[in-house]
Every structure is written in C-alpha cells, then in structure tokens.
C-alpha cells in the first residue's frame, strides 16, 4: 500500500490550494484519513481528520478556512484550504489507517509530503 499526495505549492496570502492524497495496493478498507502539517523547527501537528462516516475534526487555527473530504470510490482524502495565510507553510502529510487485504490488521500509512509556501 501507497500514499501518493500532490497539490501542494506557492500561494499568495488570501489564496487557495486543493491538496490530494490517493492510496492504492491491496486495500480491503479505509478507516480514518487525515492532514498533518510540519512546519521548520517544529513539531508536526495534526490540520483535520475525517473518518469512514465523514465526521470532520480541524484544528482550531483551520477552522472555517480548510475543507476535508473524501472519495471512498476512489480512495483519496482532500484538503481544499482557502484564505491561506503565511503561517499555513509547511510540510503536507496525508495519513490513513488502513486495513489491507493481508496481513488482516489494520496499518497507519503516511504519504511523502507535500510543500505548501503562503508567501506574497
């Protein structure tokens, strides 16, 4: 099993990206997906989550700006992030807690990151 997120780049202040983060292999399901976000000289930090159901959780300093979703179909999790703001730059990660079709346990898996830069 894979992640492969994209989406990430530069943006002015006041902007908007749309990040994206796939997974494929032997997946018998997915349970939770989410957005974490690394920025220089910190910790990472967990942006939203939403689990199989679609309920939502965003960190305080996202709410009413960022956006999670997700495509069972296709098995890809969205972060749609609006009126960005130059403390938003950082490192992407996307994460989902899958349960492959062997072994029958369910993995956390972590994509590669993507950068985002908020910057006029």
């Known amino acids: 099993v894979q992640l492969q997120a994209s989406g990430g780049g530069l943006v002015q202040p006041g902007g908007s990206l749309r990040l994206s983060c796939a997974a494929s292999g032997r997946i018998f399901s997915i349970n939770d997906m989410g957005w974490y976000r690394q920025a220089p000289g910190k910790q990472r930090e967990l942006v939203a989550t939403?689990?199989?159901?679609?309920?939502?959780n965003y960190a305080d300093s996202v709410k009413g700006r960022f956006t999670i979703s997700r495509d069972n179909a296709k098995d890809t999790v969205y972060l749609q992030m609006n009126s960005l703001k130059p403390e938003d730059t950082a490192v992407y990660y996307c994460n989902m807690r899958i349960l492959p079709m062997s072994p029958p346990r369910i993995v956390e898996y972590w994509g590669q990151g993507t950068q985002v830069t908020v910057s006029s």
């Open positions: 939403i689990t199989m159901g679609a309920t939502t």
